[in-house]
């Protein structure tokens, strides 16, 4: 029952509060993307359940300065300061609570990766996608950028098998705290994760 449906109220009468009682924050981080960097809003296409695309918003950490060849230049470097503590305070997902009113996302499961690595997932893997993705999730307080993508992968599979209710309100308290912390913000070699190859 929580699954079928009772799952989309949570998350549209969740996401309505947060955005009303996050609304200065909401405001004051777009008004310090705007002053610093002139946009800041960033939108991507990704895939969402049962691998329907939609179009992702996040506020934007990074610059778009590309190399001779047009080519973006490495996370590392395109990441401004704004959006260092931007992403490191996690509040570059805040807009996706506009995904979650839309239908796109949910507030908890799987995250949306890229569109590219649609066809590079094991049949396991791919049973990520038959619920909607989410702005934190089980994999996201089990490591979130510092586990490898096997393990991520592990731990999404077994969200889909195992939502409740319950579940999910120990998945928030533990994204809370973890935002908090700040931990698991960048992988150990990486501001973000590395690109998935497929598996090998």
């Known amino acids: ?34 002053i610093s960097q002139n946009s800041a809003f960033f939108t991507q296409h990704r895939p969402g359940k049962n691998s329907e695309i939609f179009k992702l918003i996040k506020f934007k950490t990074m610059n778009d300065k590309r190399d001779e060849n047009g080519k973006l230049l490495p996370d590392a470097v395109r990441l401004t300061p704004v959006g260092k503590f931007i992403r490191s ?17 949910s507030l908890i499961g799987p995250r949306p990766l890229l569109v590219k690595y649609l066809p590079l997932y094991s049949e396991r893997q791919v049973r990520r996608h038959e619920v909607k993705p989410g702005i934190t999730g089980w994999a996201q307080v089990n490591g979130r950028n510092t586990i490898n993508w096997e393990q991520k992968f592990e731990y999404d599979i077994w969200y889909v098998d195992n939502i409740s209710f319950l579940l999910d309100i120990k998945i928030l308290w533990l994204t809370l705290r973890k935002v908090l912390v700040r931990e698991g913000i960048s992988s150990n070699s990486s501001v973000t994760m590395e690109p998935f190859e497929g598996n090998k």
């Open 1 to 34: 029952m929580y699954k079928k449906g009772l799952k989309r109220i949570v998350d549209f009468s969740i996401a309505i509060v947060l955005l009303i009682i996050l609304f200065p924050v909401f405001f004051g981080v777009y008004l310090m993307l705007i």
């Open 89 to 105: 305070t996690s509040l570059d997902e805040l807009p996706q609570l506009i995904n979650v009113l839309k239908g796109d996302m």
